[in-house]
């Protein structure tokens, strides 16, 4: 595992490149390997020998696994085990039990992982979960036109302000911004999107945390947690200091 650590792309995070190790020391291929790098394991080391059997799974199926699958397995499996859904009562809003709390993968090919993923469905009776939504935070959104940036494009900058809005974002970019949709809601931080407007929509780009206490920023992240470009950089200090927040490290 260390020769695999060793050889690691030099853009992953830390826990990304151990996740990185662990897949080439099981056999897995560098593509997959990187791409469970890029998912929630990243930042999930708990449950070991159950994200370990996981993984063999995925890298038993590898040749078959189509473009951009790993990180949408994962991250439903993770929400089978550990999401739980907030539901209206007549008491207020209770929280739920995870559908698959007891979920084991003993057995189970990655035809039948396919299988529980496109199947599962919250089934409460006739309640719905609750859209997690929170309140915007002190900075306001910034619109760059094409006049001001390096590149001559339009961008924007845009608070994420549900937990639907984080899951699209992270799938976007193929990162686990979804994750932070509690600690957006109990205001520990906010998620803000920095956009490109092309072709008549806006591409997300790059993904900020504002840590809500001081007022600074925490992580930028752009696709699969890789370094955002100079200009988008660029356009994040100059949001940051007509903001008066810290700019990221």
């Given at each position: 595992m260390q020769h695999h650590l060793r050889t690691a792309p030099d853009d992953l995070s830390p826990m990304g490149a151990l996740r990185f190790a662990e897949v080439r020391g099981l056999g897995g291929g560098i593509p997959l390997a990187r791409e469970i790098a890029d998912s929630i394991l990243n930042q999930q080391f708990?449950?070991?020998?159950?994200?370990?059997?996981?993984?063999?799974i995925l890298i038993a199926h590898e040749k078959s696994l189509r473009r951009g699958e790993v990180c949408e397995l994962i991250d439903s499996i993770y929400d089978l085990l550990f999401a739980a859904p907030q539901i209206p009562t007549e008491n207020g809003i209770e929280s739920r039990t995870p559908a698959c709390?007891?979920?084991?993968?003993?057995?189970?090919?990655?035809?039948?992982?396919?299988?529980?993923?496109?199947?599962?469905?919250?089934?409460?009776?006739?309640?719905?979960?609750?859209?997690?939504?929170?309140?915007?935070?002190?900075p306001r959104p910034l619109l760059f036109p094409a006049s001001t940036t390096p590149d001559g494009a339009t961008w924007r900058i845009v608070?994420?302000?549900?937990?639907?809005?984080?899951?699209?974002?992270?799938?976007?970019?193929?990162?686990?911004?979804?994750?932070?949709?509690?600690?957006?809601d109990r205001r520990l931080c906010a998620i803000w999107s920095l956009r490109r407007h092309e072709h008549g929509v806006d591409?997300?780009?790059?993904?900020?945390?504002?840590?809500?206490?001081?007022?600074?920023?925490?992580?930028?992240?752009?696709?699969?947690?890789r370094r955002p470009s100079p200009v988008a950089r660029t356009l994040v200090d100059r949001w940051a200091k007509e903001s008066n927040i810290v700019p990221p490290p």
């Amino acid at each position: 595992m260390q020769h695999h650590l060793r050889t690691a792309p030099d853009d992953l995070s830390p826990m990304g490149a151990l996740r990185f190790a662990e897949v080439r020391g099981l056999g897995g291929g560098i593509p997959l390997a990187r791409e469970i790098a890029d998912s929630i394991l990243n930042q999930q080391f708990e449950h070991v020998a159950f994200w370990r059997s996981t993984l063999l799974i995925l890298i038993a199926h590898e040749k078959s696994l189509r473009r951009g699958e790993v990180c949408e397995l994962i991250d439903s499996i993770y929400d089978l085990l550990f999401a739980a859904p907030q539901i209206p009562t007549e008491n207020g809003i209770e929280s739920r039990t995870p559908a698959c709390p007891d979920l084991a993968m003993k057995g189970r090919t990655l035809d039948s992982l396919r299988r529980l993923v496109n199947d599962w469905r919250p089934h409460y009776g006739d309640d719905r979960p609750v859209q997690r939504t929170w309140p915007q935070s002190q900075p306001r959104p910034l619109l760059f036109p094409a006049s001001t940036t390096p590149d001559g494009a339009t961008w924007r900058i845009v608070e994420l302000l549900n937990a639907t809005a984080l899951r699209v974002e992270g799938r976007a970019l193929r990162h686990c911004v979804a994750m932070y949709d509690w600690d957006c809601d109990r205001r520990l931080c906010a998620i803000w999107s920095l956009r490109r407007h092309e072709h008549g929509v806006d591409r997300p780009v790059a993904t900020i945390e504002l840590n809500l206490a001081d007022q600074t920023i925490e992580q930028l992240k752009a696709y699969k947690n890789r370094r955002p470009s100079p200009v988008a950089r660029t356009l994040v200090d100059r949001w940051a200091k007509e903001s008066n927040i810290v700019p990221p490290p």
